[in-house]
């Protein structure tokens, strides 16, 4: 099984849905993130949680909010999504600072 | 402002063809340099872990070096297996994120 899960892993949706995109980990790390990756414009970083009890913003987090169920959970979700928002999502997890990141194969999100 | 720049875009080599792949970096701080291989379809894999300039580590066909500003990743008598786009990312001692390049697509051939 995949230490990094993500949940769907392609979805096709109209503008204006609200879409959660989920994902649990088994690394037993404490740091999860989101990504976004888009063609020529590499990956960027959505949001990010160092604990339950901690969210921060990334370098595009308009548009997107986020939810921390747990230690293992991490979601995503566009309130009201919009077709620039139609791209790879990642979703990644790291032990600490300077430790490398772990990503999850992916959800592929459409939006018409 | 961190910064990551790859080259080439794309490379095309012939099986048993070497070759590198530059990373040049601009941050304040470094505290990590990774490098990770992407397949189509699929999330980035990470490679190696780069920490002070004068570093090098090896896997398989794969060596990374690191400067203070850059890194290569040199690829000896690269097989068909070996074709994916490579990434770079750096962290800084300010900063939480990684900041990726676009990334080297190599293709090999048999």
């Known amino acids: 099984d995949a230490d990094v899960t993500q949940t769907p892993r392609n979805r096709i949706t109209k503008t204006g849905k609200r879409i959660m995109l989920e994902c649990s980990q088994t690394k037993g790390h404490d740091r999860m993130y989101w990504y976004r990756q888009d063609p020529g414009l590499g990956l960027r970083l959505i949001y990010y949680s160092f604990d339950v009890k901690d969210i921060n913003k990334g370098e595009i987090s308009d548009g997107y909010s986020v939810s921390r169920q747990a230690q293992a959970k991490f979601s995503l979700s566009l309130e009201s999504a919009i077709p620039n928002q139609t791209a790879l999502y990642f979703c990644?997890?790291?032990?600490?600072?300077?430790?490398?990141?772990?990503f999850g194969d992916g959800t592929r999100l459409s939006i018409l | 402002e961190d910064q990551v720049t790859q080259s080439p875009e794309a490379l095309r080599l012939q099986e048993g063809e070497s070759s590198s792949l530059n990373c040049s970096y601009t941050?304040?701080?470094?505290?990590?340099l990774f490098w990770y291989r992407q397949d189509p379809g699929k999330g980035p894999e990470f490679l190696f872990t780069l920490y002070s300039a004068g570093e090098e580590k090896e896997k398989e066909r794969l060596k990374a070096t690191l400067t203070k500003k850059e890194s290569f990743l040199h690829i000896t008598a690269p097989k068909p297996e070996d074709s994916a786009t490579y990434l770079c990312?750096?962290?800084?001692?300010?900063?939480?994120?990684?900041?990726f390049g676009k990334g080297t697509t190599l293709s090999v051939s048999s």
């Open positions: 990644a997890t790291s032990d600490y600072l300077g430790q490398p990141q772990h």
């Open positions: 941050v304040s701080g470094l505290r990590g």
């Open positions: 990312a750096v962290q800084g001692e300010a900063g939480t994120a990684l900041i």
